[in-house]
Nanobody
Framework: VQLQACGGGLVQTGGSLRLSCATS????????MGWFRQAPGKEREFVAG????????KYADSVKGRFIISRDNAKNTQYLQMTSLKVEDTAVYYC???????????????????WGQGTQVTVSS
C-alpha cells in the first residue's frame, strides 16, 4: 500500500490549506482513513478520521470546527481541509490507512498500518 500526501506549505495565522492523500495498492473504500500530525519534540497525534463510506468522521478536540476530513472513493483519495489555522497547528501531517476494515473510526496510532511520507504545514504569526 502506498500513500502520497501533498498540499502542505507555509501560511499565516487564520489562513487555510487543503491536504490531499492519494492511495494505491489497496481497496481504498474498504478502509477507514485518517490524518495524524507530529510537531517538533512532540508525539504523533490523531487529527481526524473518516469511515469507509465517508458518513462518519471523528476529530481531535483541538481541530473541531476548523478542519474537515473527506474522501473520494472513486479517486482513492482523502482530503483534509484546514481553516482558521493557528501557530500550534504547525507540524508534519501524515495520512494513514487503518489496519482492518473497522466499522467505526479508530484514532489510535496502532490502529493504522499504512502511512504516507508526511507533508509539512507551517503556520506563521
Amino acid at each position: 500500500v502506498q500513500l502520497q500526501a501533498c498540499g502542505g506549505g507555509l501560511v499565516q495565522t487564520g489562513g487555510s490549506l487543503r491536504l490531499s492523500c492519494a492511495t494505491s495498492g489497496s481497496t481504498f473504500s474498504s478502509y477507514v482513513m485518517g490524518w495524524f500530525r507530529q510537531a517538533p519534540g512532540k508525539e504523533r497525534e490523531f487529527v481526524a478520521g473518516i469511515s469507509r463510506g465517508g458518513h462518519s468522521t471523528k476529530y481531535a478536540d483541538s481541530v473541531k470546527g476548523r478542519f474537515i476530513i473527506s474522501r473520494d472513493n472513486a479517486k482513492n483519495t482523502q482530503y483534509l481541509q484546514m481553516t482558521s489555522l493557528k501557530v500550534e497547528d504547525t507540524a508534519v501531517y501524515y495520512c494513514a490507512q487503518a489496519r482492518s476494515p473497522y466499522s467505526g473510526v479508530p484514532e489510535k496510532i496502532a490502529d493504522f498500518g499504512s502511512w504516507g511520507q508526511g507533508t509539512q504545514v507551517t503556520v506563521s504569526s
